[in-house]
T-cell receptor, first 111, second 111 residues
Framework: KQEVTQIPAALSVPEGENLVLNCSFT??????LQWFRQDPGKGLTSLLL?????REQTSGRLNASLDKSSGRSTLYIAASQPGDSATYLC??????????FGKGITLSVRP | DAGVIQSPRHEVTEMGQEVTLRCKPI?????LFWYRQTMMRGLELLIY????????DSGMPEDRFSAKMPNASFSTLKIQPSEPRDSAVYFC?????????FGPGTRLTVT
């Protein structure tokens, strides 16, 4: 059974700092990996999707990497802003399209 | 496109009552997913459909839960009878070629 872990559960950084959020998964036979953002009381917004054959994806100040063999992914946020404060969830998909989610990292960016 | 639409946004009901949650996926998407989110367990997949056909309902917690997708633009998740432990946020998501797009969720409170 696939398990996804995100540690730490919460992170607080000053504005402007570059930061890395980590995600690990137990079964490397994945189809893709997605990073989502969730604001309080809202649904999830897809940030980046990395196919199993890819190593990284970039969107603006966000860069996600995937190392399937070691079961790890990172989400890099450059020049963090208070508006980046949210919960970031990592999810891995098997070939059956089912997503298994981590519990998320709650990020607070202090002005 | 309006995105994934869920109704109601909030539902408060008494134990033993029937609850029906509704979802309209994004037009053209061929997968539809129902999730439940709680603080304790995080995001859990309940059931998903492909081209209106239920593919995997192994996440449905009990026979009190049922889901239908009568056509490509509508799905329901029904709980009968509801119990206090069913209190959670229920999300619907739809996808095409991997990216899952989430609705805003229905916050269910069973007293």
């Amino acid at each position: 059974k696939q398990e996804v872990t995100q540690i730490p559960a919460a992170l607080s950084v000053p504005e402007g700092e570059n930061l890395v959020l980590n995600c690990s998964f137990t079964d490397s036979a994945i189809y893709n990996l997605q990073w989502f953002r969730q604001d309080p009381g809202k649904g999830l917004t897809s940030l980046l999707l990395i196919q199993s054959s890819q190593r990284e994806q970039t969107s603006g100040r966000l860069n996600a990497s995937l190392d399937k063999s070691s079961g790890r992914s990172t989400l890099y946020i450059a020049a963090s802003q208070p508006g980046d404060s949210a919960t970031y969830l990592c999810a891995v998909a098997g070939a059956n399209s089912k997503l298994t989610f981590g519990k998320g990292i709650t990020l607070s960016v202090r002005p | 496109d309006a995105g994934v639409i869920q109704s109601p946004r909030h539902e408060v009901t008494e134990m033993g009552q029937e609850v029906t949650l509704r979802c309209k996926p994004i037009s053209g998407h061929d997968y539809l997913f129902w999730y439940r989110q709680t603080m304790m367990r995080g995001l859990e997949l309940l059931i998903y459909f492909n081209n209106n056909v239920p593919i995997d309902d192994s996440g449905m917690p009990e026979d009190r839960f049922s889901a239908k997708m009568p056509n490509a633009s509508f799905s329901t998740l029904k709980i009968q009878p509801s119990e206090p432990r069913d209190s959670a946020v229920y999300f619907c998501a739809s996808s095409l070629i991997g990216h899952q797009y989430f609705g805003p969720g229905t916050r269910l409170t069973v007293t």
